[in-house]
């Protein structure tokens, strides 16, 4: 159960979609996981008093603001509210803390460090890097509302104090969300299975890319000329911390909003928010469906790939376990092309052709480690197109790698820490390598 949270970072994307959102009728045409970011969830946290008096920037009595919003939000999404919670604005400083409260009571100490040895083993973190502190920093400086499906609770950020354009325009995002909740039941959606990182990523960014839509016809129809400028001031300390964090981290945070904004809007122009509604019906599948929406429409489903990490850490020898085995996806096979040396558009093609994965990552004595990862592909061209791409990036380094071609359309990648485990872990997977 997840806080729904609007990111700042959007805004700017946001503008640019009003274009092609603008209008009042659709057109005629067209974690325990190795994830990279641990999801976070609501706990009983102390509540910030509601703020109902005037405050500056807004246009008359707080609540007034905020109930003319809902009404509008109403209209264009066509959906009923059954209640309306109560917008509490709080102060940067108490989200963090809440956020954080969230996030602590969701991850166990190892699930997060399962999470930061698996990505550190993939070369997406610095060796040194705490996954804690980059993901509370990155929580705390771009998170700029959210709705909490278990208590009903609707919180807007205010760094001023007041309720201004980006105030608005993320309470709209946010009441969205309630509105989701009680139609479609978002908690379900969140509390997928564990072991379906990428999934979970794509089934999310149905839901905030429909909240984005949503937030961005609203703009484009509410906000003043003044406003929408107003909207264009970045906070550079911000844009700053998110331009400094791993790819990996940023990329999977904005990916629901901005791509899932680019899927909801594919599906709103031909049949409005009721095509929306019927999403709802038939989430997306993987974060190939959201990057290729038209594998979304023609249902191409993901290859179902076998990986039992208690048996391959069996198979090591003394002293080796396994983790709870995960699926990277597209999205997050591209990133770890890409950050890993080859180039950006020769790492989306590589990555292009996915048809299924799935991943395990084996902890050995004294700081050993291997990672397993078996891959499936559209075709043989693919699966020789990620042969390549991966090529380049394993090799017999200080963490030796190798890649596979098990079969026609299958590829396994193994890493490890040293070429002890990686002969271990190769042998353990079954993988005949040529001499």
Not at 20 to 32: D, I, L, Q, R
Request: glycine share 8%.
């Amino acid at each position: 159960m997840n806080p729904r949270a609007a990111v700042s970072a959007l805004l700017a994307a946001l503008l640019l979609a009003l274009a092609a959102c603008g209008g009042s009728s659709p057109s005629s045409s067209p974690s325990a996981t190795p994830s990279p970011s641990p999801t976070v969830s609501p706990t009983a946290a102390a509540s910030p008093t509601p703020v109902p008096s005037p405050t500056p920037g807004s246009s008359g009595d707080t609540s007034a603001v905020f109930r003319e919003i809902e009404d509008q939000v109403i209209a264009e999404r066509g959906l009923e509210a059954k209640q309306r919670p109560v917008p509490i604005i709080i102060s940067a400083a108490e989200a963090r803390a809440r956020l954080e409260s969230h996030y602590r009571e969701k991850n166990s100490a190892d699930e997060v460090a399962i999470a930061e040895e698996t990505l550190k083993a993939l070369g997406l973190l610095p060796a040194d890097a705490s996954l804690d502190d980059l993901y509370l920093e990155l929580l705390g400086s771009q998170v700029a509302a959210f709705y909490e499906t278990d208590t009903d609770q609707l919180f807007v950020i205010s760094r001023s104090g007041g309720i201004g354009a980006s105030e608005k325009v993320y309470f709209s995002h946010e009441f969205t969300h309630a509105l989701q909740d009680q139609h479609f039941d978002v908690e379900a959606i969140d509390d997928a299975p564990a072991g379906q990182g990428d999934r979970a990523l794509a089934r999310l960014a149905l839901v905030e890319g429909d909240a984005s839509l949503l937030m961005a016809r609203w703009m484009g129809t509410h906000l003043s000329p003044a406003e929408l400028g107003e909207l264009l001031v970045v906070d550079p300390e911000a844009q700053a911390t998110l331009d400094a964090m791993p790819a990996i981290l940023r990329e999977t945070l904005t990916f629901p909003y901005l791509q899932g904004l680019i899927l909801a809007n594919g599906i709103w122009a031909d049949g409005g928010w009721e095509a929306i509604d019927r999403a709802y019906g038939r989430l997306p599948e993987s974060t190939e469906q959201v990057l290729h929406p038209e594998k979304y429409e023609a249902g191409e489903k993901p290859v179902e790939m076998a990986l039992d990490a208690a048996a391959l850490a069996g198979a090591m020898g003394a002293g080796w376990s396994g983790t709870p085995e995960d699926t990277l996806g597209e999205l997050q096979l591209s990133i770890w092309l890409r950050e890993n040396g080859v180039q950006a558009l020769p790492a989306g093609d590589a990555a292009a052709g996915w048809g299924g994965d799935r991943l395990a990552y084996l902890r050995g004595p004294d700081g050993a480690y291997a990672l397993v990862l078996r891959t499936a592909w559209d075709s043989p061209a693919d699966a020789a197109e990620f042969v390549d791409a991966a090529g380049t990036v394993v090799g017999d380094g200080d963490s030796p790698g190798t890649v596979v071609r098990s079969s026609a359309t299958e590829v396994v990648v193994v890493l490890a820490s040293d070429g002890a485990a990686l002969n271990a872990a190769v042998d353990a997977a079954g993988l005949n390598l040529p001499d």
